[in-house]
């Protein structure tokens, strides 16, 4: 007999981590208005006076240097500052900032970044159990874990948040 996995309740339909690799999951989302987390991400985001996205479609093109150096720049000057490495199969930032023994501490307002170099640091490496494990995430599951990182994470008030990624079209 087969594993038969429950659906989840009506808000969070679509969007579960149960919901992933389901071939319904594009169906359900589209039958709800929102996702069920949009509004704590919108109170998150209205704190950051300036996001900036730095992409590239490939890797190894120097976007973590250049974003450290670009918040580090900008923090200089006084300005708060947050970069979040969501380029999920290379994340190079905490190597950057000199972090990477960071583990992320959760309480209760959301996940704490590290800080260094008067910068707030978040990234997927803090996630990993080996700092050399790769990861392989893609399409729902990696749009979760991008959300997760805005909605949970605890900037405070920012003047500016320094966001890293790769663009694949798989």
Known sequence: MSDITVCPSKE????????????????????????????ALDV?????????????????????????????GIAHFGSKVGVLDVDICGPSLPKLFNCEDYQIVSQEWGWIPAISNGVSVMSVAFMLPNRDSPVIWRGPRKTNIIIRFLKDTYWGKLDYLCMISVLRIL
């Open 44 to 72: 998150r985001m209205k704190a950051i006076k300036r996001k900036i996205l730095i992409v590239s479609g490939k890797g190894g093109v120097g976007k973590s240097t250049m974003s450290s150096q670009l918040a580090m």
């Open 12 to 39: 969070e339909v679509g969007y579960a981590r149960q919901c992933d690799g389901c071939p319904g999951q594009q169906y359900c989302q589209s039958s709800q208005s929102e996702h069920p987390g949009q509004s």
